[in-house]
Every structure is written in C-alpha cells, then in structure tokens.
T-cell receptor, first 110, second 114 residues
C-alpha cells in the first residue's frame, strides 16, 4: 500500500540556518503530495502542496519539489526562524486514500 | 477560508464516562475524518465519513463510534472512556479539487481520561 517515510527527528538548528527535511513516498499511481505543519498545541495546517511531477510548492519561504524519479518531496527553507519551530508532516493523497508520514520535530534556537 | 472547529480544546473525563467530541466545518465538504495523535505513532485514522449518515472504519476504530446527522457536523463518541484513550484528537474536512484531495484540520482536542 501507499506509504510516506520522513527523516527521524528531532532536528535542531540555529536561527538563519538552512533546513532540509527529507520525505520519500511509495504509491501505486500518481499521488498529490503535501507538507503540513503543526505548531505547539495546535492542529495541522497545510503548508504547501504539489499535484504532479516537477511541480514546486512554496509558502512562507518553504518550498518542496515533486520528484517522481526519486519518489521524493523534500522540504527546504533557506533561513529558518525561531517561529518555525514545529512538527512537520509529509503526506500524500491518491484517490480517496490519504497517508501521513510520522512527522519531524524542528527546534530552532536563537 | 475553510474553518474546521472542535467543541473543546481540552477535556478531562473519568474512566467509564461517555464522551462526545464535536467537529463542525463550514465549507460544505462531503468528507470528514477523525484521527488521534500520539507521540511516536503519528496520526492514526479512527473513522471517516463521506456523506451524511455514512461512516467507514479507519485503522483503529475499536472503542469509538461516530455520528454524522448533518453534513457540517461529525461527532466522535467514546462509549466508555478508558485511560488508553488519553490522546490528542484531530478532526479534518476534505475538499475534492480535481486531482488534489486537500485536508483541513481543526485545532484539536486534548482528552485526558483519569
């Protein structure tokens, strides 16, 4: 079945550092891919998405590119802020099926 | 903006009590979901509904039931709460937009069963 794998956390960075959170997926067809963010004590918010190969999703300085050849959707940000501290979930949807990765906790230190 | 609301942010109940968690969405979405989130286990799907009065079991339905009497409202019911149901409960609503099935989440209810 479909699955999503994310890098193990927690990830701890200093402010203004470069961020990469790896995400790879397994799917039978052509899924849509998403990154969600969960701030402390809150629900999940959609951060960005891509619906087909080579699409780049971007929002709030974050971006991710749908790479079909490597079945990946890595999240990147050039300069993180303390306010980016949260848990990040990679997810896919294929037809009616929606699958989340386990989440990666990011802590950004001032 | 899509809005998904949950009736309580924090709830404390006793073992054996019947617990109702309410979720309301304001965007006329057909599909609604209940997940629980636990450290190290990520999100696990409890139940979902794709239409009024329709429901489907997710991955961990044991100990839970649901009700969908109106399109905008999806309730999760713990018939007899137990301590292992202490968790964060997240409701979601889904729009079907072409090939992209985005889910929108409520703020969550942190339930403690003592």
């Amino acid at each position: 079945g479909d699955s999503v794998t994310q890098m193990e956390g927690p990830v701890t960075l200093s402010e203004e550092a470069f961020l990469t959170i790896n995400c790879t997926y397994t799917a039978t067809g052509y899924p849509s891919l998403f990154w969600y963010v969960q701030y402390p004590g809150e629900g999940l918010q959609l951060l960005l998405k891509a619906t087909k190969a080579d699409d780049k999703g971007s929002n709030k300085g974050f971006e991710a590119t749908y790479r079909k050849e490597t079945t990946s959707f890595h999240l990147e940000k050039g300069s993180v802020q303390v306010s980016d501290s949260a848990v990040y979930f990679c997810a896919l949807s294929e037809g009616q099926n929606f699958v989340f990765g386990p989440g990666t906790r990011l802590s950004v230190l001032p | 903006d899509v809005k998904v609301t949950q009736s309580s942010r924090y709830l404390v109940k006793r073992t054996g009590e019947k617990v109702f968690l309410e979720c309301v969405q304001d965007m006329d979405h057909e599909n609604m979901f209940w997940y629980r989130q636990d450290p190290g286990l990520g999100l696990r799907l409890i139940y979902f509904s794709y239409d009024v009065k329709m429901k489907e079991k997710g991955d961990i339905p044991e100990g839970y039931s649901v009700s969908r009497e109106k399109k905008e409202r999806f309730s999760l019911i713990l018939e007899s709460a137990s301590t292992n149901q202490t968790s964060m409960y997240l409701c979601a609503s889904r729009i079907d937009r072409g090939f992209s099935y985005e889910q929108y989440f409520g703020p969550g209810t942190r339930l403690t069963v003592t």
